[in-house]
């Protein structure tokens, strides 16, 4: 991809995004009221089959290389008492999954799916958003771009999460740029008053301070959002350019969703989200972008844990679709 501006690529790619398989999808229909299951008798178990015909092409769907993509990145911001918990954090996070002992670890083994967690230059927070940008165009594009080469090697079905210290105070602060609102209306309350009350003031200084500018959804995300949310931007454009399925989890994902669609608001008609989000911001956003999770198991953990769980809902739908089918054939 090359043009004048880094962003002038990813605009370019939002205007002219392919749509699904209608075919496939009325095929699936068919094979499902053919089977002994009409008027939608399996509930959303056939919805979701459904949409994995729609993405995939392929009537029955098959789910045979999933693949749950983390995206890690450190935020500046955590400088002003955001978060509880120590920036060092995030790199241990990383740390713990490599060595197979993080919560997404058991549920890709339960559910036989691949995982890469993607260290995003933990050394190297990015710029503080209460008061400079978090990246430049250049880095931000950059990083879009790794998103989506993270899918390269083939896969059929994308699960997307995310771990950063602080990533949910940068959250709100793209859910209020792009939804509107203040700091009070997207951080969730904390137990610790004086925490909520800091998560609350840093976004409210990053919305004053680049003002304007966050109308445009690209320039929101280079300048409240961090490395993991354009990382997880890409990937989502990238899996839409390749017609693969995805499931968000977490709520850097949601919030890159939430850049894509104010771009294009058919941006993410590829997408499911795994699960409700258990604060009422990100279930705020979830609402309305129209995404109605698969799962609802009060889940407050990132690191992909729901998209890996909805994952396994995703391959048995796809396997009650195909044994369906082959019955028919019978």
């Given at each position: 991809m090359t043009s004048a501006l880094p962003f002038d690529d990813f605009r370019a790619l939002l205007a002219t995004l392919p749509d699904p398989?209608?075919?496939?999808?009325?095929?699936?229909?068919t094979l499902f009221a053919e089977a002994g299951a009409p008027n939608r008798s399996l509930g959303r178990v056939e919805d979701i089959a459904v949409w994995l015909a729609a993405w995939s092409g392929r009537a029955p769907p098959a789910v045979n290389r999933p693949l749950v993509a983390v995206f890690a990145g450190n935020h500046g911001v955590v400088r002003h008492g955001i978060s509880a918990q120590p920036m060092e954090a995030t790199a241990e996070a990383v740390e713990l999954c490599a060595a197979g002992g993080a919560a997404v670890n058991q549920a890709c083994i339960a559910s036989d799916l691949g995982l890469k967690v993607f260290d995003l230059a933990l050394h190297l927070p990015t710029g503080d958003i209460s008061q400079e940008a978090a990246l430049d165009e250049r880095g931000c594009a950059a990083t879009m771009a790794f998103g989506m080469e993270a899918l390269a090697g083939g896969t059929d079905l994308v699960c997307l999460g995310d771990l950063g210290v602080g990533n949910e105070t940068v959250a709100a602060a793209l859910f209020a740029a792009l939804f509107g609102g203040s700091g009070a209306d997207w951080v969730e309350p904390d137990s610790d008053a004086g925490l909520t009350e800091r998560r609350v003031r840093a976004v409210d200084a990053a919305l004053a301070f680049h003002g304007a500018h966050l109308k445009d959804p690209l320039e929101a995300l280079r300048r409240v959002g961090g490395r993991e949310f354009a990382a997880l931007a890409g990937a989502i454009l990238a899996a839409r350019m390749e017609k693969i399925p995805v499931l968000l989890g977490g709520h850097a994902a949601?919030?890159?969703?939430?850049?894509?669609?104010?771009a294009n608001p058919f941006a993410l008609d590829h997408c499911r989200l795994a699960s409700l989000p258990d604060r009422t911001g990100p279930a705020r956003a979830a609402a309305r972008l129209g995404l109605m999770p698969l799962l609802d198991l009060s889940i407050d953990h990132h690191g992909g844990l729901d998209a890996a769980l909805a994952a396994g809902l995703a391959k048995a739908a796809a396997l009650v679709g195909s044994g369906m089918a082959a019955a028919v054939k019978r």
């Open positions: 398989d209608e075919t496939a999808a009325a095929r699936m229909r949601l919030a890159a969703a939430v850049v894509l669609h104010a």
